[in-house]
């Protein structure tokens, strides 16, 4: 397994002039969502990696080793020596597709000898959480499921992905991994501290969330966010919802928006009715050794060749001029030797802590690592 790193910008174009891996199958290209040229950028990838399927996915930042850029192309291109793949891209036109599109990502990708499988979402149309249930419903467990929803630059408006094509609203890209000598592994953590006490979902549907303990939980999470209230629905990135399995585990989820009319919160996972919950808020501390703990969970493969980073745009807001910290805490465990790119998201894609059960997760850094026998 080899892979070559190359990054173009606006105003100095491709930062190397010449490709050294013309045979790599596969190339993660993460874009930013004002980048106009994406025709021409296309049609020069094309050329330099004629024998390969490329991947286009914007951001609310790209990530190139401990670097964060906007508005850039990071092209990272991989070649596999003994490592068949398989990519499925589908297309979705409502929300209530989602559960189907991973149904079918599953059935199309699903062989005895499939390892992992990667995704990459359109990140506004798509429900996570329906999305990764048709996928765990018809994938065993022993195959390792990772990837992340597109982002915006935090707009929550609209994202695009492509494969071998102009990236594109409403596109969802998979790709299988296969055989014995591909080895992936994963990590994904938060840091979010909680507070207050924990409530009882008492009304909600699928992401829509209406009352807490019976009360508005959009008038009692301003009474929570006190003066910042007036900054909705900038601030909830400040302050997350976290849902407490039965297992102890944790999800959080982001709130994307309000409805002051019908008193709602639309959060970028679905929020199970009598499930419950607790508010969070940031330690920026916390949150940076989060993302050193995903890399210590994802470090069960030595030197890996590939680190493929997916954090939440959430953290990136919140840690702000601190946020390249995190990604110098994820390299200093996993090591220099590896080639790390990805992206901030508007939802990650990885399983639960201690457990093989593939989930949706916001304000996360999730790692996917990648390396091949020889």
């Known amino acids: 397994m080899r892979t ?10 491709w930062n190397v002039s010449s490709c050294n891996l013309p045979e790599a199958q596969l190339v993660l290209v993460f874009i930013g969502i004002d980048v106009e040229n994406q025709a021409q950028l296309l049609n020069e990838l094309k050329s330099a990696y004629p024998n390969s399927d490329i991947i286009f996915c914007s951001t609310a930042g790209e990530i190139a080793k401990n670097e964060i850029l906007d508005n850039s192309a990071v092209c990272t291109a991989i070649y596999f020596n003994q490592t068949p793949l398989k990519i499925h891209r589908i297309e979705i036109k409502d929300t209530d597709e989602s559960e189907k599109c991973g149904i079918e990502i599953a059935k199309t990708l699903m062989s005895d000898d499939l390892k992992g499988v990667f995704i990459i979402s359109e990140g506004t149309l798509t429900n996570g959480d329906f999305l990764i249930k048709g996928v765990n419903d018809n994938i065993p467990n022993t195959v390792l499921v990772t990837g ?18 102009v990236a594109r609203p409403g596109v969802i890209v998979a790709v299988g991994f296969y055989g014995n000598n591909i080895q992936m592994s994963h990590g994904s953590q938060g840091g979010w501290s909680e507070f207050g006490p924990i409530r009882t979902v008492t009304s909600s549907e699928k992401n829509v969330l209406y009352t807490l303990d019976n009360g508005s939980a ?28 039965d297992d102890g585990s944790h999800l959080v989820r982001t709130i994307l928006s309000i409805d002051e009319e019908k008193g709602s919160m639309t959060f970028a996972g679905n929020i199970p009715n009598g499930s419950r ?3 969070m808020m940031a330690n920026f501390e916390h949150l940076i050794e989060g993302a050193e703990g995903a890399a210590e969970q994802s470090n069960e493969i030595e030197n890996p060749t590939l680190a493929i980073l997916i954090s939440c745009v959430g953290r990136r807001i919140v840690l702000g001029q601190r946020t390249e910290e995190e990604l110098d805490a994820v390299i200093e465990r996993i090591g220099d030797q590896t080639t790390y790119c990805g992206f901030y998201s508007n939802g990650e894609i990885s399983p639960l802590m201690d457990s093989a059960t593939c989930a949706l997760h916001n304000q996360t850094m999730t790692i996917t690592t990648f390396k091949e026998l020889n």
């Open 148 to 165: 992340g929803l597109a982002g915006d630059a935090g707009r929550f408006t609209q994202t695009f992905v492509g494969m071998n094509e």
């Open 218 to 245: 959009l008038e009692l999470y301003k009474r929570y966010l006190g003066d910042r209230a007036s900054e909705l629905p900038g601030a909830a990135l400040l302050f997350p919802l976290c849902i407490i399995n």
């Open 277 to 279: 919950v607790q508010f």
């Open 4 to 13: 070559e790193q190359r990054i173009w910008t606006s105003e100095n174009g």
